[in-house]
Nanobody, 124 residues
Framework: QVQLVESGGGLVQAGDSLRLSCAAS????????MAWFRQAPGKEREFVAGIRWSDSIIYYGDSVKGRFTISRDNAKNTLYLQMNSLKLEDTAVYYC?????????????????WGQGTQVTVSS
């Protein structure tokens, strides 16, 4: 299992940008898929974006396409989520997750390692 630690959350205004980071340790990630999920109060955890480490295939949830960008730094074993044009509805706790089977999955249950989450609050 890998250890994941998110950072970079905070309070921003609508239209602002924010970059989240997820530092990973414990294993090599060349065969993993890494992803971001989010969970708003009273709602289910939702897929945001994913990247397969081996070939950099990237996929996004419909609600963030064109505004969010997922990326990685191999040397630092760090995953990023650049969030632009933030909306009120982007307010949530954002989680980093890892799938050791490297599937390109939107499904919560495909991911076997999770970080503790970082809060993003977008105000008007």
């Amino acid at each position: 299992q890998v250890q994941l630690v998110e950072s970079g959350g905070g309070l921003v205004q609508a239209g602002d940008s924010l970059r989240l980071s997820c530092a990973a340790s414990g294993r090599t990630f060349s065969t993993y898929t890494m992803a971001w999920f989010r969970q708003a109060p009273g709602k289910e955890r939702e897929f945001v974006a994913g990247i397969r480490w081996s070939d950099s295939i990237i996929y996004y949830g419909d609600s963030v396409k064109g505004r969010f960008t997922i990326s990685r730094d191999n040397a630092k074993n760090t995953l990023y989520l650049q969030m632009n044009s933030l909306k009120l509805e982007d307010t949530a706790v954002y989680y980093c997750a890892a799938d050791r089977l490297a599937r390109l999955s939107y499904i919560l249950g495909s991911y076997d390692s999770w970080g503790q989450g970082t809060q993003v609050t977008v105000s008007s």
